[in-house]
């Protein structure tokens, strides 16, 4: 079956760090993107990061430039983005989406997403 | 950064109604336009990319659009089903960082 499924979100105190992880199955992960968007409660869709298939480039929204690192393993199937100084404002569902083996950069396989709560 | 803004943010619609949502970006984005449709607490659904190819699997009462200019974008739901009542997001992946609509919810 073709899925993403995230782990990792929880409640954390503003300033500490989180992992996000997504595990990737039914198809070949070593050769798509891979991307992490997030939605705030009750707000929109928010792409946060990039990831080529085979690690070497990386992209970040600027809101989480320096603080957000996306990485990959491709020998397990894991999608991660580490979460370093979060603020309020990073709370939100975080999901991880492939993009298509062509070279867009939309999102056509979803996770179910994860939910990072920064609060005191 | 590419703008996108979507028209309008909530559509009141029926059953059998033919909805058009508008979609526009801050500049020029050729067709490199997705939307998705998502509905409360689950993930985004991808309808369409390249601004008018449908996703496989996709009824064939979804289609899109767009204008010459590549700044104004349209998604149309011939007869509106009850499994459409959801909000829609379109998404410009023109140039990074990759950016969507404010959302456009479709109701009864």
């Known amino acids: 079956q073709v899925q993403l499924v995230e782990s990792g979100g929880g409640v954390v105190q503003p300033g500490r760090s989180l992992r996000l992880s997504c595990a990737a199955s039914?198809?070949?992960?070593?050769?798509?993107?891979m991307h992490w968007v997030r939605q705030a409660p009750g707000k929109g869709l928010e792409w946060v990061a990039h990831i080529w298939y085979n690690g070497k480039n990386k992209y970040y929204v600027d809101s989480v430039k320096g603080r957000f690192t996306i990485s990959r393993d491709n020998s397990n199937n894991t999608l991660y983005l580490q979460m370093n100084s979060l603020r309020a404002e990073d709370t939100a569902v975080y999901f991880c989406?492939?993009?298509?083996?062509?070279?867009?950069?939309?999102?056509?396989?979803w996770g179910r997403g994860t939910l990072v709560t920064v609060s005191s | 950064d590419i703008q996108m803004t979507q028209s309008p943010s909530t559509l009141s619609a029926s059953i059998g109604d033919r909805v058009t949502i508008t979609c526009r970006a801050s500049q020029t984005i050729s067709t490199w336009l997705a939307w998705y449709q998502q509905k409360p607490g689950k993930a985004p659904k991808l309808l369409i990319y390249?601004?008018?190819?449908?996703e496989s699997g996709v009824p064939s009462r979804f289609s899109g659009s767009g204008s010459d200019s590549g700044t104004e974008f349209t998604l149309t739901i011939s007869n509106l089903q009850p499994d459409d009542f959801a909000t829609f997001y379109c998404q410009q992946y023109n140039s990074s960082p990759w950016t969507f609509g404010q959302g456009t919810k479709v109701e009864i």
């Open positions: 039914g198809f070949s992960f070593s050769t798509y993107g």
């Open positions: 390249k601004a008018s190819t449908l």
């Open positions: 989406a492939r993009d298509p083996d062509s070279g867009d950069w939309y999102f056509d396989l």
